[in-house]
């Protein structure tokens, strides 16, 4: 049977996730002179999840289309893929999960944007653990 295109919407399995309280913590010690500057750095089990989000290339993509806007609704994220609304929807939950991304809700769409201050920490974090590998790139 011919298959009917479907409208791209968010499902309900996907929600808000903040970032929980003991993913972060404190770190010093940023540079040996001077006073000891501090930093919100993510924890190691935060940053495998990102990283592990990140690895897909889908959700690479939209976070990178996220990026070039404040706001996007869940159907023009998925208009920009040739993936289906469901394999969307898991892709933004994943991303939602981790942190990277906020979900609000207004009826029964779904507007998502990127959580810049846990993107920054995470930045951060990255540069402080590999200073040396990140000033290559």
């Known amino acids: 049977w011919p298959r009917r295109a479907q409208p791209r919407t968010c ?3 996907v929600r808000v996730n903040h970032l929980p309280e003991a993913s972060v913590s404190e770190h010093t010690e940023l540079s040996n002179s001077g006073p ?53 929807s898991h892709h933004l939950k994943v991303l939602g999960d981790c942190g990277l991304v906020n979900i609000r809700r207004e009826g029964q769409f779904g507007y998502v944007s990127i959580n810049r201050p846990l ?16 000033a290559l790139l």
Request: a positive charge.
């Open 36 to 88: 000891r500057a501090k930093l919100h750095a993510l924890e190691e089990g935060m940053m495998l999840r990102i990283i592990k989000a990140l690895a897909d290339h889908n959700r690479f993509r939209i976070l990178r289309i996220l990026n070039e806007h404040d706001e996007l609704s869940c159907g023009e994220i998925g208009a920009r893929f040739p993936i289906g609304q469901a394999t969307i």
């Open 119 to 134: 993107l920054h920490r995470f930045q951060g974090t990255m540069a402080h653990l590999l200073p040396d590998k990140l």
């Open 11 to 13: 499902y309900s399995d």
